[in-house]
């Protein structure tokens, strides 16, 4: 079956999530998503969904290569977990400030660059955040239209999709 380019756009896309959320539970302790999960003590929760996008990645790869009618449910499961880890960082990062400050400046020095104190202000506003969250949000949903847009993809000959 020749692969529109659209699965590959989507197979890229799946595999950098993979790839991303494999290194997060790899280096936990020196990721800053865990810090900000930690600092809001639900280190549990962070892992049960740093693991399940991980394994919904991974299978979602394995249905973009191989398609089967399940593979469209299991990757709007994967964005929907992809989805609510952003939202949830996102808000944990508005309630937590400070954290997010120090953060900042860590990343400056690990970089060497000088601190800009209008940048630094206007990167950690909660302004700012919202609108990280607000565009992987939009990310997500761009990837969610275009696996649905896919749907024939996925489904076999006089099988109908959900069923």
């Known amino acids: 079956m020749k692969r529109p380019i659209s699965i590959w756009l989507l197979l890229v896309l799946f595999i950098a999530s993979f790839a991303r959320g494999a290194t997060i539970l790899m280096q936990q302790s020196e990721s800053e998503v865990f810090q900000l999960f930690a600092a809001a003590s639900i280190e549990v929760v962070f892992f049960v969904l740093v693991s399940a996008s991980v394994l919904l990645d991974a299978a979602t790869v394995r249905y973009l290569w191989r398609p089967e009618p399940t593979g469209l449910r299991v990757g709007l499961a994967s964005l929907a977990v992809g989805a609510a880890f952003a939202l949830l960082a996102g808000l944990i990062a508005m309630a937590h400030p400070d954290l997010i400050r120090v953060l900042v400046i860590a990343a400056y020095e690990e970089s060497g660059r000088p601190l800009d104190p209008r940048a ?18 939009a990310k997500v949903a761009l990837t969610a239209w275009l696996l649905v847009w896919n749907r024939p993809y996925f489904v076999k000959r006089g099988q109908a999709p959900f069923s």
């Open 120 to 137: 630094f202000e206007l990167a950690t506003s909660n302004a700012a955040i919202a609108a990280r969250t607000g565009v992987t949000l």
